[in-house]
């Protein structure tokens, strides 16, 4: 009978301890699960933006490829060893090196894009490459910040290097 007792009494600390597992997994995983579904939702989103970058560009849109960037006197972007404040000074840069006369825009792709979200905020790391007319295919480093405002993710700040 005491082995009974003792095979009953171990068999339900089992059951528990079984019990008590599962109910953590099942909780964990719907801690998590949400979780990982905005960070991939979010970089979705994000990947959206860039895209839609990618193709103003290639279209010669400087205008639409600067909706990505949040219009703002606050917006920063560094490169070259230079600061620019604001959108306006941002697309004037552009307008200056890429669609002043005797330059071309060339066709834009990102590469290697690591996307990192977090809250309302992201950043992405990543290669873009120009390819010109001519073969060259200048290409580069870029960080970029993003805080999503309104429901929309925007480039907040940029830091580019060219090789």
């Avoid at 909780?27 to 699960?33: C, G, I, L, M, R």
């Avoid at 991939?40 to 959206?48: M, T």
């Avoid at 949040?70 to 620019?84: E, N």
């Avoid at 307008?95 to 950043?123: C, H, P, T, W």
Wanted: with cysteine; charged share 25%.
């Amino acid at each position: 009978m005491k082995l009974l007792i003792k095979s009953f009494c171990a068999l339900a600390v089992c059951s528990l301890l079984l019990s008590a597992t599962y109910a953590q997994t099942q909780s964990e995983s719907k801690q998590t699960a949400p979780a990982n579904t905005k960070r991939a939702d979010d970089a979705s989103a994000i990947r959206a933006v860039l895209d839609a970058q990618v193709a103003a560009w290639n279209a010669g849109k400087l205008e639409e490829f600067m909706v990505g960037y949040w219009r703002s006197p606050k917006l920063t972007f560094f490169s070259g060893g230079r600061k620019l404040e604001g959108w306006d000074a941002t697309l004037e840069r552009y307008r200056k090196n890429y669609q002043s006369e005797g330059k071309e825009m060339g066709k834009l792709q990102f590469l290697d894009l690591d996307i990192q979200s977090f809250g309302r905020g992201a950043v992405v790391r990543g290669r873009f490459e120009l390819t010109m007319s001519d073969g060259k295919k200048p290409t580069g480093l870029f960080t970029l910040v993003l805080r999503k405002i309104k429901k929309e993710w925007k480039i907040i700040h940029d830091h580019t290097s060219t090789n």
